[in-house]
């Protein structure tokens, strides 16, 4: 993750499809986090939350983590490969970047801070 910040910033829609359910979150140091609860913090009322749906507006999210201890550096790989090959499109429309981009950024990484590093700036800079 980035920062908790743009951790609890997301698409109400990306929510509502359940993107935090069963998430292991890799912090820049390559500490490892599950996801054991989310709900919407902002905005607090039900219409607010029905509008944010309809426009598919960003929420705040409160998030309640678990530590998981160090990500080994072939979980974060397979992470990451598991994203890129399921969506090699969108990953290149988001990213800017191609799957054998990924698969060659990934293979020089030597340790799971490395690939969080090398995702972030990857994805913040395209």
Not at 33 to 47: E, M, W
Not at 90 to 110: D, F, H, K, N, P
């Amino acid at each position: 993750m980035r920062s908790p910040e743009a951790f609890a910033r997301t698409s109400s829609a990306l929510f509502s499809a359940g993107f935090y359910t069963g998430l292991r979150v890799v912090d820049a140091t390559g500490a490892a986090y599950d996801v054991v609860d989310a709900k919407i913090a902002h905005p607090r009322s039900t219409l607010g939350k029905s509008l944010a749906r309809l426009f598919d507006a960003n929420v705040r999210v409160a998030a309640q983590l678990r530590a998981a201890g160090r990500a080994s550096l072939d979980e974060v790989k397979e992470r990451v490969m598991a994203e890129v090959s399921d969506n090699p499109e969108e990953v290149e429309e988001m990213t800017g970047r191609s799957a054998q981009w990924w698969r060659e950024i990934l293979g020089g990484c030597a340790d799971a801070a490395d690939v969080v590093r090398k995702v972030d700036a990857a994805t913040h800079t395209a």
